[in-house]
């Protein structure tokens, strides 16, 4: 008769391994006008899952203050989700303040991801630390609109597209 011991592992359920599904380089500073909400869109995930977390970067010039950020699936149709977007939390609080060349990552939010979805990313950037942000040129799209939150609406209209422009999101992981 076997017995489980705390080495065995009966019982014990494996931990989830975080894979990354999604990333992007970012090395272009971006003037952008503060009080901003940005829908980044990430396609062409490597992997799905059941919960995801979001990696965000600052330039190498400036902090940068997010007031909240969320994530969601889009219908196929410009930035709009499935659902309302999750929010994304930071050590558990809504938004975040990083410094000068800085990342931060978010905790892990229940989201259920396959391989042909599409995530969106959405930000809404402070009123302050939001002239620069950091961006590719040759990522995915994505959409954005002054003087609006955004992160906790699946719909939303008077959006304008940047192309082959994703802002501060460098990486999502799934597990």
């Given at each position: ?99 000068t060349s800085e ?73």
């Open positions: 008769m076997l017995r489980a011991t705390a080495l065995s592992g009966f019982g014990v359920a494996k931990p989830k391994i975080a894979k990354v599904t999604w990333s992007e380089t970012l090395a272009t500073n971006f003037n952008l006008i503060e009080y901003r909400s940005h829908r980044n869109l990430a396609s062409s995930l490597a992997f799905g899952g059941t919960e995801v977390r979001v990696r965000f970067q600052s330039s190498d010039t400036e902090a940068l203050s997010v007031d909240n950020a969320s994530i969601g699936i889009r219908t196929g149709s410009a930035s709009d989700t499935v659902s309302t977007p999750v929010e994304l939390l930071f050590s558990g609080g809504s938004g975040f303040d990083i410094g990342q931060i990552t978010s905790d892990w939010v229940a989201l259920t991801t396959t391989t042909s979805d599409v995530l969106v990313v959405v930000i809404d950037f402070a009123a302050v630390n939001g002239g620069i942000r950091f961006s590719s040129t040759s990522g995915d799209d994505t959409y954005y609109r002054t003087s609006y939150d955004s992160y906790n609406l699946a719909s939303v209209t008077g959006f304008a597209l940047a192309s082959a422009n994703t802002i501060c999101s460098n990486q999502i992981e799934v597990r």
